[in-house]
Every structure is written in structure tokens, then in C-alpha cells.
């Protein structure tokens, strides 16, 4: 079998609080398995310090024994988490509804991250994701980020991860056909 390509993942904190220890909810077990899956094929963690925080403050105690696994095996990497005041301007600029600025601005962190790493970000906000996708041509950095849902039946992670967590188009805020149900 071929060696699997080992990519960076910008992962939510949302998928660290759902990925709960014992519960047998589809989507708590498919963060689980998705956070699994992500270690056993090689995969690695990106992390800034916004986003350790939100870990810290949200993460299941799956996640944080996982988190520290990660560390373990130095798939977890620490990025300077430098603000990009250029993209934060921007967007104050161009979203003008202060109720979606907010809900924008809070992942901000991640797209940020993603930016700086290999833009992979995996999350359960299906509705932050739409956001971003409604302003991909007002912020064209947008579009070449793929953005996964591990709590969506029909996004098979398990097997995106084994094929080596490719950037298919179908998986960018920049896909135009891809509309998400909220």
C-alpha cells in the first residue's frame, strides 16, 4: 500500500467538545472517530494560541487525552498566532452586518491558522462555513480553503483522511455549487 501523504488540519474546538468521552450520538462518535483517525493515518494538528484557548475552555476529556497524544508524537504544531490585521480589516470592511461580522470573527483564528498552514480546517459550524463562502469573492483567500464537517454523514472523513486529506474543489469555500443546509 502507498504511504499516505501526512497533511496539517486546522481543527475546531467544536469537534473537541463533541467528541465526548462515553456519549453514542452519530456525531460525537463520528468526531471521535474522525479525531482517531486523524492520529492512526499520520496526519498532523495546527494550533495558534487563540485556538489552544477555545480547546482548553470547550475540549471533551477525549479530546484533551487525544490532544496530548498528539503532542506526544509530534503531530501537534504550535503556530505564532499573529493576527492578520489585513484580513481582520477587510473584514470589518466588507461584512457589513454586525451579527455575521461577530459569528465571522470568531473563526476568524481558524481561516487564519489555515492560511498560515496547509488550508485544511475541519468543523461542525455549518453556518460559519456558509458565511465564509458568501464573501469568497470579497475575500478571494477564502476560496482555496477546504473546510470539512466531521458531524455530516455525508462527507465520509474517515476515508478523505486515508486518501490523504486531499483538497478537492467539491470541499473549498470557493466551490460555488456547494451550498450547505443549515
Not at 5 to 18: D, E
Not at 119 to 126: G, M, P, Q, T
Amino acid at each position: 500500500m502507498a504511504k499516505i501523504r501526512s497533511h496539517m488540519l486546522v481543527v475546531g474546538a467544536s469537534i473537541a467538545r463533541a467528541a465526548g468521552d462515553v456519549s453514542t450520538h452519530p456525531t460525537f462518535r463520528r468526531c471521535r472517530d474522525f479525531l482517531l483517525a486523524v492520529r492512526e493515518i499520520c496526519h498532523q494538528i495546527v494550533m495558534t494560541a487563540p485556538i489552544q484557548h477555545e480547546w482548553d475552555k470547550h475540549q471533551s476529556r477525549f479530546a484533551r487525552t487525544w490532544r496530548l497524544s498528539m503532542l506526544a508524537k509530534k503531530k501537534l504544531k504550535i503556530l505564532e498566532s499573529h493576527a492578520q490585521s489585513s484580513l481582520e480589516k477587510r473584514f470589518l470592511k466588507v461584512v457589513i452586518d454586525p451579527f455575521i461580522l461577530a459569528i465571522m470573527e470568531k473563526d476568524r483564528c481558524l481561516v487564519e491558522a489555515a492560511l498560515l498552514s496547509e488550508k485544511r480546517i475541519a468543523s461542525l459550524d455549518n453556518s460559519v462555513r456558509t458565511h465564509f463562502q458568501n464573501y469568497r469573492d470579497s475575500l478571494p483567500e477564502l476560496r482555496s480553503i477546504c473546510w470539512v464537517n466531521p458531524g455530516a454523514t455525508d462527507e465520509d472523513l474517515c476515508d478523505w483522511l486515508r486518501a490523504g486529506a486531499p483538497i478537492e474543489r467539491s470541499r473549498t469555500l470557493g466551490y460555488l455549487a456547494h451550498r450547505l443546509e443549515e
